[in-house]
């Protein structure tokens, strides 16, 4: 034991000199989700008018997609505050599940299993949505298609915007 506190202490004393990285202060720490309901909202997008869309109600893996108003659980958005900022958008039928961005940039968001990863908080400010990690926004495709992750909303004239 007493070794073990040895080096601990002498990983700290690196770590303070700057000779050693202090990785546990990267933005990419897992956080702990409630899973709770905080606010739950729908959001049509500006451009097609489609809603934001778990698709099919289904669990890990699921793609996020646009479709029209149904009214459905897998349309409803439960918002979770992060304790590192943002928001946990949970699917409104299983508050275990939240809308993840694999790739944190150009990936398609699909629904994962709540992990707390900086992969699954997003801002949500000014009618667009958008990975905290990467600062890359939701955007509609069109009926049916997975939405994507867009670096500039500009781009995507009304696509990358939700009310």
């Excluded at 918002?79 to 508050?95: I, T």
């Excluded at 949505?129 to 926004?137: E, K, T, V």
Aim: aromatic residues 12%; hydrophobic residues 30%.
């Amino acid at each position: 034991m007493k070794r073990l506190t040895t080096i601990l202490a002498l990983a700290g004393l690196l770590v303070a000199a700057g000779t050693l990285p202090a990785t546990a202060a990267t933005t990419d720490r897992t956080a702990e989700t409630s899973n709770k309901c905080e606010q739950k909202n729908r959001y049509q997008n500006r451009g097609s008018g489609y809603y934001l869309d778990a698709s099919g109600g289904g669990g890990k893996g699921t793609k996020v997609i646009t479709w029209d108003w149904n009214g459905g659980a897998n349309q409803y958005w439960c918002m979770e505050r992060a304790s590192e900022g943002g928001w946990y958008f949970h699917p409104s039928y299983n508050l275990n599940l939240c809308m993840d961005s694999p790739d944190s940039r150009e990936d398609s968001p699909v629904i994962w299993n709540c992990k707390g990863n900086a992969n699954q908080r997003f801002n949500v400010s000014g009618n667009l949505i958008w990975l905290r990690r990467s600062g890359w926004y939701v955007t509609d495709d069109g009926r049916g298609s997975q939405v994507f992750m867009s670096a500039r909303p500009s781009d995507f004239g009304r696509d990358a915007y939700w009310d």
